[in-house]
């Protein structure tokens, strides 16, 4: 089993910082575009991922970015001081700005993420679905995701 980069020009080996962080930049390859040919850029991933991270989103898989740095914060929750109907204290998120979570766009075709340690499955989390990247004006319309003209994708393959 071997994780080869798709979107990445290569897979790149994390910078250690003194706070014992883990910063890892990537470089997208030229030429990626959607299949509507729109180009793939660095900030679909940071909409993306911050998105799925995002309380508010309610992604079934949004735990899976519990290793970047900010996750923790953006995901702390306390008692609100009431009792559900089944006498749970009811929750709530102390600050659930997904800005928090340590993923950037430094321009078109670099992607900064920084963990909170290192992680030595990082590549194989970054091949789960997702971190697949989605787009804003798409996902931002109601029902995109029963409209068949929203269906846009990265991959090598399209479904016409």
Do not use: H
Not at 125 to 134: D, G, K, R
Request: charged letters at 30%; aromatic letters at 12%; glycine letters at 8%.
């Amino acid at each position: 089993f071997e994780i080869a980069p798709d979107c990445a020009e290569e897979l790149v080996e994390g910078k250690e910082n003194e706070d014992g962080t883990v910063t890892y930049t990537y470089t997208l390859r030229d030429g990626l575009k959607w299949s509507d040919g729109q180009p793939v850029t660095a900030g679909d991933f940071e909409f993306s991922w911050k998105r799925a991270a995002d309380p508010a989103t309610a992604s079934d898989y949004g735990y899976m970015f519990d290793q970047i740095a900010g996750y923790d914060k953006m995901t702390e929750e306390k008692e609100t001081g009431e009792k559900d109907e089944e006498g749970n204290p009811v929750m709530e998120y102390v600050n659930p700005d997904p800005e928090l979570l340590a993923v950037k766009a430094i321009d078109d075709r670099t992607l900064e993420v920084t963990t909170k340690q290192k992680v030595s499955y990082w590549d194989e989390l970054m091949a789960f679905p997702t971190y697949m990247p989605v787009r804003k004006d798409i996902v931002s319309n109601e029902g995109w995701a029963t409209d068949p003209s929203t269906y846009i994708g990265n991959g090598p393959y399209v479904m016409t």
